[in-house]
């Protein structure tokens, strides 16, 4: 649709609702151009009305934290949706089941987990997402997953449909599921295991002590940009890129990290075809040298 049918259909929606939107400060690159419309839905009903009454007639995309996502510096032709306040929400329910909205942190629910002394989450800590995002990927490290601790999920469709699905009907794999890609999480419950608070405090502690070790941090990064090749290689992905591409390979100022082979970075003012560049670039060098195709763990906004 064009801008001034969109602005008819969605006057309602006022000071929430944005036209040629500035999504550069949005994500973990500091990469992007506009979108033509921004929606940003402060409660479930708001965003279950903006929903039927666009009625599926743009893409959509959610953004969460905006830590695995490279967004065109041109525009966005289609919706970009984020998540409000009261969706942020954390609840303790029962002894050991944790109710948390999709735009909570992974690692405020790592932190609410330890105050209540609930061991399992302690992993998500070291994930800089939001639940939401965390669900939609099976977002994991240091051997946990998600699919370890969810119980169920709440989502909507692109009509404004609620479901709700127990994870016992999710066939999650690694790094994906088969929950439709349209769906927009609302909130999800995950069972964690009554532990010592001591105990659990100690455990995260050594996870972020090893990120910071493996990982860059504090700099223009969007996390891992490939999946591990499980089924192809007993090799991880940095090893193969760090075996098949030169270490100081760059385009503009997108270059691979010194510190983790699989984390690209941003280390001025990168473009977004310079790191799109850096990113093929990468791939086919990986499957010239050891004839593997890599998959992208990162999500690409074009």
Known sequence: ?????????????????????????KNWFNIGGKSKVFF???????????????????????????????????LFDGVVIKLGKNFNNITLHGEDIIIAGSAVLDKSLSNFALKNSLSGFEF????????????????????KEFKDILVSVQAVDKFGRVITIPSKEIKFEYRKSNI?????FLSASFKGLKSNKKEIETTMSKLKSKKEKNQPTRIKTSGSTFKNPIAQSNKKVWELIRDS???????????????HFNFFVNKGNAKFQDMKK????VSKKVLKKTGISLEKEIKILE
């Open 1 to 25: 649709m064009k801008i001034n049918e969109i602005k008819k259909l969605l006057h309602n929606f006022g000071e929430n609702l944005h036209f040629q939107y500035d999504l550069k400060r």
């Open 40 to 74: 940003k839905a402060d409660h479930l009903d708001q965003l279950i009305s903006f929903l039927k009454i666009l009625n599926n007639q743009e893409r959509i995309f959610v953004l969460g934290a905006g830590s695995n996502v490279l967004i065109t510096d041109d």
């Open 124 to 143: 998500l800590s070291c994930i800089p997402g939001t639940v939401g995002g965390g669900i939609t990927m099976n977002a994991g490290c240091f051997d």
């Open 180 to 184: 439709p890609e349209d769906y927009i």
């Open 245 to 259: 591409v030169p270490p100081d390979q760059s385009f503009g100022d997108a270059c691979i990290s010194e510190k």
């Open 278 to 281: 850096l990113i093929d670039y």
